[in-house]
C-alpha cells in the first residue's frame, strides 16, 4: 500500500535526480571552459582561496578580522571583473542551468521549507480518483488574471438591488482575498452559488490554482466524482489499499475544492458521508470552497437540516448573478 509519506518520498528523489543533472551538466560546462580558458579556472581558484589565503594574513600580518574582510571583498571584486573581461573578449558566459521551474530551481522548495507549486501539482497528480486522466485543462488554465467582469449586465437587477456587475465585483475580490491570504490555520470557507455559467467553477479553479502555487495541498475534485469514489471507497468497489491515501487527502488537505455540489446522487450514504466530511474538516479548521447551482434554499430540500447549519453557519455564501457567460461568447 501507497502512503502519503512514500509519494513524497517518491517527489523528492525526482528533484534530487533533477538537481543531481543540473550538477552534472554545470560541471561539465564548466570543464569545456576552463580546457578553452586555463585563467578562468585560476581566478575560480583564487576566488575559492580568499578566506583561508586573509585568513593567513590575520596571523602573519597582524591585521583585523575588519580588515580581512574588506581585503576578501576588494580581492573577489578584482578577480569577477578580471574573469568577466576575459569570458566577454572570447564571447563566452557563465553555465547557467535550464531549470523547469525556476521559481525553485527545480528543488521543490522556496525559502524555509515552503513547497513550491511544482511540488504541489506533482502531489495532485498522484491522488487522481479512478478514472481520472489528470489536470482538467479549463481549470488548470483558470486564474484571477483571466477573470473579466465586462461579460456581467451593468443595469440594476430588481432580484439582487445592485447591478450583477458591481454584485461580481464583490465576489471576484472576496475570492481574491480568500486566495492570496490563505493559511493553513483556519482560513475560512466559501459557498458560490448561482446559475450556471456565470463564472463558479472558474473563480473556484483560480482559487485552487492560486493557493496551490502558495505551497498549500490543494485537492480540487467534482461533487459526483467525489461523493461517488467516496462510496466505493465505503463498499470496498474499488482497492482500498491502492486508493488509501487519496481518501486521507480529502479529509486532510490544506484546501478541498467541491465543484458543481449537487450533481451527486443522492442516498442515504451521500447524505452522512458529505456531513462527516463538513464536520472532519470544520473541526480540524481545514478550509473547503464548493461551487454550486443550487440556490440555498433548494440545498435545504435535498439535504438534511445538520448539514445546511453548518452551510450557513460556517461558510461565506457569495451569490452570483448575470447572464450566462459561454451564451454570450458562443454569439459573438
Known sequence: MQSMSDVHAK??????????????????AQELLYAKLPRVEEIDREISTLAITNAQRVLSENISAEQAAEYIKRDAARLRAEKAAILSENGETEYTPSYICPKCSDTGYIGEGKKCGCYI?????????????????????????????????????????????????AVFASCKK????FSSESSGNLLLCGPSGLGKTFLAA???????EKGYFVVYKSSYKLFQFLEDYKFSKIDRDEYAMVYDSIYD????????????FITSYTQS??????STRLSCDKSIVISTNLPLAKISEIYQERVMSRLQNEFTVLRFAGEDIRALKNNK
Open 178 to 181: 480568500f486566495a492570496y491570504n
Open 121 to 169: 501539482r506533482k502531489l495532485q497528480q498522484a491522488i487522481l480518483l479512478p478514472g481520472e486522466r489528470g489536470d482538467n485543462a479549463a481549470c488548470k488554465k483558470a486564474s484571477f488574471n483571466k477573470f473579466r467582469l465586462s461579460y456581467y449586465p451593468t443595469d440594476v437587477s430588481p432580484a439582487i438591488g445592485v447591478t450583477p456587475r458591481d454584485l461580481m465585483r
Open 11 to 28: 517527489i523528492q528523489a525526482q528533484y534530487r535526480r533533477m538537481q543531481s543533472e543540473h550538477e552534472m551538466a554545470k560541471q561539465a
Open 206 to 212: 483560480s482559487i485552487a490554482n492560486e493557493v496551490s
Open 253 to 264: 488537505c490544506d484546501l478541498l475544492v467541491i465543484d458543481d455540489f449537487g450533481t451527486e
Open 273 to 278: 458521508v458529505f456531513f462527516d466530511l463538513l
